[in-house]
T-cell receptor, first 114, second 114 residues
Framework: DSGVTQTPKHLITATGQRVTLRCSPRSGDLSVYWYQQSLDQGLQFLIQYYNGEERAKGNILERFSAQQFPDLHSELNLSSLELGDSALYFC?????????????FGAGSRLTVL | GEDVEQSLFLSVREGDSSVINCTYTDSSSTYLYWYKQEPGAGLQLLTYIFSNMDMKQDQRLTVLLNKKDKHLSLRIADTQTGDSAIYFCAEVTPSMDSSYKLIFGSGTRLLVRP
């Protein structure tokens, strides 16, 4: 157990739907990162939050949004889902926003869009 | 620009050494990492190296960094079947807005044959 908790582990939904993925960071970590892992795109950085504020943005689609709450858990919202959004979504956390930036990853949420 | 490249596949015999290679393009990278992903699991940090170092050794793992050629390698001595996994190289790059992003390579699938 890495200390980073992601729910749900698996999710199957239909095109056009909206889902929310949840992440609880490791105790003491202030930064949360979201990554998308698909077969054809590899591991893509989506977005980073630090202590409730957005710190860095990667290849996140406009249909996707995220936030980090005061208790430091984070949610990734995916809307108007398309088949190509099927992927493994990882959350990671770290103590700081920069520097050595050692990330601890959760086990991932596998999203299947039918 | 940010780009991290790795070969996709490596097969070695149990007991041999494995060498996984990675090239990156961003010369301002500060830290470089090796992560391991076992089937159905998240990414686990193996080791990292600061950009002003040439080598780092940690038990069976040796990381070599050639900053001039922007080349990073991970050597696993006495490779075991439990080392079979996907290995990701990653770099931290500072962005224009002073944030830091962790950019991953596509991963190298290591298969250890008995």
């Amino acid at each position: 157990d890495s200390g980073v908790t992601q729910t749900p582990k698996h999710l199957i939904t239909a095109t056009g739907q909206r889902v929310t993925l949840r992440c609880s960071p490791r105790s003491g970590d202030l930064s949360v990162y979201w990554y998308q892992q698909s077969l054809d795109q590899g591991l893509q950085f989506l977005i980073q939050y630090y202590n409730g504020e957005e710190r860095a943005k990667g290849n996140i689609l406009e249909r996707f949004s995220a936030q980090q709450f005061p208790d430091l858990h984070s949610e990734l919202n995916l809307s108007s889902l398309e088949l190509g959004d099927s992927a493994l979504y990882f959350c990671a956390s770290s103590e700081a926003a920069r520097g050595a930036n050692v990330l601890t990853f959760g086990a991932g949420s596998r999203l299947t869009v039918l | 620009g940010e780009d991290v490249e790795q070969s996709l596949f490596l097969s070695v015999r149990e007991g041999d050494s494995s060498v996984i290679n990675c090239t990156y393009t961003d010369s301002s990278s500060t830290y470089l990492y090796w992560y391991k992903q076992e089937p159905g699991a998240g990414l686990q940090l193996l080791t990292y190296i600061f950009s002003n170092m040439d080598m780092k050794q940690d038990q069976r793992l040796t990381v070599l960094l050639n900053k001039k050629d922007k080349h990073l390698s991970l050597r696993i001595a006495d490779t075991q079947t439990g080392d079979s996994a996907i290995y990701f190289c990653a770099e931290v790059t500072p962005s224009m807005d002073s944030s830091y992003k962790l950019i991953f390579g596509s991963g190298t699938r290591l298969l250890v044959r008995p």
